[in-house]
């Protein structure tokens, strides 16, 4: 049986037989509508059946199997009932955490990620205390399996993720073996991108009677608006992509779209927090609160709109130019709609899209979907940014000079040179100074883009399986293929330092490359500036250069590592040398980085200095 309708948009959640506490997650998580794969393939799961869904990362797949089969576990037995077999560590970890979201409410579940590279004692010890959901990769699921400390007996589902991801990194017969020991009775939801013959035979000998899930797109066409794509992932980096382009972009009214209610709300209050003026608008306001944010959006009151898509069915604003795709879409068609809120009424519009590394292939499709290459804008560099700033300077100085009210003030500076023998020059830079003081006109210098292997083109096809190279043995067992680069342990970094704690240790399995790794990614540092990390058993004691936005802090506390939140607090500057090294981080100019002012006792986010 095959169910391969376009996207069902009036299906809601609460329609799905899902139960109160999965809804009650979602709501929180901020999720209005089932993504089209989540519609197509929850009713099927509920009801107990088989189904094969070619689905990609970021459609939504893991709340699709997640929902429902997260239901059919009873809380009462802490024995493995749910099993996902994901190809790689970071995969693995994304599900467990996505799982552990939807599960909020469900008291008592617990879901252990099972993944090579970290310790096996942490694994041990959470499987004799007893999980009801396992999520882990083929080669350390199977050693646990051999070792008899995974028990399969109790399974009542299995989720094979990225199915066609574990052939190509020569996973096959580990998958199979794991199959083999599941009881006879079990549900399976194999979710595959493509569907190369070695999967569909994994699909025929084990699957019973599956629904075939398929989402198709609509092949449209969009003329008057130009598209972009930048390469960014991760919120701290589009954060700082959004905040250049809304400094350099000619916009009237730029609408930016994101995947949540909660989002819109999140990213208004950065942007705010930046000095920018930006509004939220999401199907948690009323009716009567969205339509005056609207009027107000349309008036120009504030140029930047932060929706979600259900907000913005309809939205007819002639004075939108940009539309950002902060979050990608989950489908062509929902992009196709949200670039169509520009480029109305004859005008030009510009579409940007954020698409990080692992939304290349949503890329190609929306390419394919709309018959149009989208081309990758370069993100403006920190030069461009303070250039921008200047000449903004420059008006409003000009205004300030036009606007006649300067003569009282004019005594003073006159005053002043006279007292002090200072020529006005002088006096003027120095006002110039402190005002930039809580606006800087600089730039941190930071590696916004992702670095960018060659992207398939709308046509290009995948390589035939039989014809890539298979791992070795040895990598086949730990696939890491986004293990971060070897940190230099010893190397101390010259710049200030202040000491921060991380509520993660070596019992949970970290090693000092796990957290170089985390901040490298997550924010723009290099390793190089990470100072000594010392990995206590509960926790971890590292060195970070002075003066970290408490924007960012916050952000750190929730980044997770080994599965755990960092949870990172500040811890003072104590074990700093008081003979600071010269080395400080440069801005995009090459020039020396301003040395970091004293950290205020309790630090604000400035008003007015994006970045
Ligand atoms: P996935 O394809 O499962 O990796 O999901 C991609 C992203 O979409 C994740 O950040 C999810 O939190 C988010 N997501 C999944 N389903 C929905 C939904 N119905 N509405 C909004 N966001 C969602």
Same mark, same amino acid.
């Given at each position: 049986?095959?169910?391969?309708?376009?996207?069902?948009?009036?299906?809601?959640?609460?329609?799905?037989?899902?139960?109160?506490?999965?809804?009650?997650?979602?709501?929180?998580?901020?999720?209005?509508?089932?993504?089209?794969?989540?519609?197509?393939?929850?009713?099927?799961?509920?009801?107990?059946?088989?189904?094969?869904? @070619?689905? @990609?990362?970021?459609?939504?797949?893991?709340?699709?199997?997640?929902?429902?089969?997260?239901?059919?576990?009873?809380?009462?037995?802490?024995?493995?009932?749910?099993?996902?077999?994901?190809?790689?560590?970071?995969?693995?970890?994304?599900?467990?955490?996505?799982? *552990?979201?939807?599960?909020?409410?469900?008291?008592?579940?617990?879901?252990?990620?099972?993944?090579?590279?970290?310790?096996?004692?942490?694994?041990?010890?959470?499987?004799?205390?007893?999980?009801?959901?396992?999520?882990?990769?083929?080669?350390?699921?199977?050693?646990?399996?051999?070792?008899?400390?995974?028990?399969?007996?109790?399974?009542?589902?299995?989720?094979?993720?990225?199915?066609?991801?574990?052939?190509?990194?020569?996973?096959?017969?580990?998958?199979?073996?794991?199959?083999?020991?599941?009881?006879?009775?079990?549900?399976?939801?194999?979710?595959?991108?493509?569907?190369?013959?070695?999967?569909?035979?994994?699909? *025929?000998?084990?699957?019973?009677?599956?629904?075939?899930?398929?989402? *198709?797109?609509?092949?449209?066409?969009?003329?008057?608006?130009? @598209? !972009?794509?930048?390469?960014?992932?991760?919120?701290?980096?589009?954060?700082? /992509?959004?905040?250049?382009?809304?400094?350099?972009?000619?916009?009237?009214?730029?609408?930016?779209?994101?995947?949540?209610?909660?989002?819109?709300?999140?990213?208004?209050?950065?942007?705010?927090?930046?000095?920018?003026?930006?509004?939220?608008?999401?199907?948690?306001?009323?009716?009567?609160?969205?339509?005056?944010?609207?009027?107000?959006?349309?008036?120009?009151?504030?140029?930047?709109?932060?929706?979600?898509?259900?907000?913005?069915?309809?939205?007819?604003?002639?004075?939108?130019?940009?539309?950002?795709?902060?979050?990608?879409?989950?489908?062509?068609?929902?992009?196709?709609?949200?670039?169509?809120?520009?480029?109305?009424?004859?005008?030009?519009?510009?579409?940007?899209?954020?698409?990080?590394?692992?939304?290349?292939?949503?890329?190609?499709?929306?390419?394919?979907?709309?018959?149009?290459?989208?081309?990758?804008?370069?993100?403006?560099?920190?030069?461009?940014? *303070?250039?921008?700033?200047?000449?903004?300077?420059?008006? !409003?100085?000009?205004? /300030?000079?036009?606007?006649?009210?300067?003569?009282? !003030?004019?005594?003073?500076?006159?005053?002043?040179?006279?007292?002090?023998?200072?020529?006005?020059?002088?006096?003027?830079?120095?006002?110039?100074?402190?005002?930039?003081?809580?606006?800087?006109?600089?730039?941190?210098?930071?590696?916004?883009?992702?670095?960018?292997?060659?992207?398939?083109?709308?046509?290009?096809?995948?390589?035939?399986?039989?014809?890539?190279?298979?791992?070795?043995?040895?990598?086949?067992?730990?696939?890491?293929?986004?293990?971060?680069?070897?940190?230099?342990?010893?190397?101390?970094?010259?710049?200030?330092?202040?000491?921060?704690?991380?509520?993660?240790?070596?019992?949970?399995?970290?090693?000092?490359?796990?957290?170089?790794?985390?901040?490298?990614?997550?924010?723009?540092?290099?390793?190089?500036?990470?100072?000594?990390?010392?990995?206590?058993?509960?926790?971890?004691?590292?060195?970070?250069?002075?003066?970290?936005?408490?924007?960012?802090?916050? !952000?750190?506390?929730?980044?997770?590592?080994?599965?755990?939140?960092?949870?990172?607090?500040?811890?003072?500057?104590?074990?700093?040398?008081?003979?600071?090294?010269?080395?400080?981080?440069?801005?995009?100019?090459?020039?020396?980085?301003?040395?970091?002012?004293?950290?205020?006792?309790?630090?604000?986010?400035?008003?007015?200095?994006?970045?």
């Amino acid at each position: 049986m095959s169910d391969d309708h376009d996207s069902p948009e009036t299906t809601r959640f609460a329609d799905m037989a899902l139960s109160d506490p999965v809804l009650k997650a979602l709501s929180e998580l901020g999720y209005e509508l089932p993504t089209p794969i989540q519609a197509l393939a929850i009713p099927h799961l509920v009801e107990g059946r088989d189904i094969i869904g @070619q689905a @990609q990362t970021g459609t939504g797949k893991t709340a699709a199997f997640g929902l429902p089969l997260l239901d059919k576990i009873e809380l009462d037995k802490a024995v493995p009932q749910l099993l996902v077999v994901a190809p790689t560590r970071e995969l693995a970890l994304q599900v467990c955490e996505a799982i *552990k979201g939807y599960a909020k409410h469900l008291k008592g579940l617990r879901v252990l990620p099972v993944y090579g590279g970290q310790g096996m004692a942490t694994q041990l010890r959470s499987l004799r205390r007893g999980v009801h959901c396992v999520v882990g990769t083929p080669g350390r699921l199977l050693d646990h399996l051999d070792r008899k400390t995974l028990k399969l007996d109790a399974v009542k589902a299995l989720v094979l993720d990225e199915a066609d991801e574990m052939l190509r990194m020569g996973f096959v017969e580990e998958v199979e073996k794991i199959m083999e020991q599941l009881p006879p009775v079990h549900q399976t939801a194999l979710f595959s991108a493509t569907m190369p013959r070695p999967i569909a035979r994994i699909a *025929k000998r084990f699957l019973t009677d599956p629904v075939e899930i398929r989402t *198709k797109s609509k092949e449209t066409t969009v003329e008057a608006i130009k @598209q !972009f794509y930048i390469p960014v992932t991760g919120e701290i980096k589009k954060l700082e /992509a959004l905040s250049r382009l809304v400094e350099t972009e000619d916009f009237d009214g730029m609408i930016v779209f994101t995947r949540t209610r909660v989002a819109t709300v999140e990213l208004s209050d950065q942007l705010e927090a930046r000095g920018y003026k930006a509004q939220a608008l999401n199907g948690d306001m009323s009716q009567q609160i969205r339509q005056r944010t609207v009027d107000r959006f349309k008036a120009a009151d504030f140029d930047i709109l932060i929706c979600t898509d259900v907000a913005a069915r309809g939205l007819d604003v002639p004075r939108i130019s940009h539309v950002i795709n902060y979050d990608i879409p989950f489908d062509t068609e929902v992009y196709v709609h949200r670039i169509g809120r520009t480029g109305r009424a004859g005008r030009d519009g510009k579409a940007i899209l954020f698409a990080g590394k692992r939304q290349q292939r949503m890329l190609s499709n929306i390419e394919r979907a709309t018959k149009k290459k989208i081309e990758r804008l370069a993100l403006p560099s920190g030069n461009d940014v *303070k250039a921008r700033r200047i000449a903004h300077f420059k008006s !409003f100085l000009t205004s /300030a000079i036009e606007s006649n009210e300067l003569d009282s !003030f004019r005594s003073i500076v006159e005053d002043y040179c006279r007292e002090t023998d200072q020529d006005p020059m002088s006096v003027a830079a120095a006002l110039v100074h402190a005002y930039q003081l809580d606006r800087p006109f600089s730039v941190r210098h930071v590696q916004i883009e992702d670095v960018e292997r060659p992207r398939k083109t709308a046509k290009s096809k995948r390589e035939p399986v039989s014809e890539r190279p298979r791992k070795t043995a040895k990598s086949k067992l730990e696939p890491a293929p986004d293990r971060p680069k070897k940190p230099k342990k010893s190397k101390k970094p010259k710049a200030p330092m202040d000491v921060y704690r991380v509520e993660v240790g070596s019992d949970d399995g970290l090693e000092p490359k796990n957290l170089v790794g985390a901040l490298t990614n997550e924010i723009d540092i290099p390793s190089s500036y990470i100072g000594s990390i010392r990995v206590g058993t509960q926790h971890t004691i590292v060195e970070l250069p002075t003066g970290m936005p408490s924007d960012v802090l916050s !952000f750190l506390k929730n980044v997770r590592v080994c599965g755990k939140k960092l949870n990172m607090s500040h811890l003072g500057n104590e074990r700093v040398p008081k003979t600071a090294s010269s080395r400080r981080p440069r801005d995009d100019s090459g020039k020396k980085a301003p040395t970091p002012r004293r950290k205020k006792p309790k630090t604000k986010p400035r008003k007015k200095s994006p970045s």
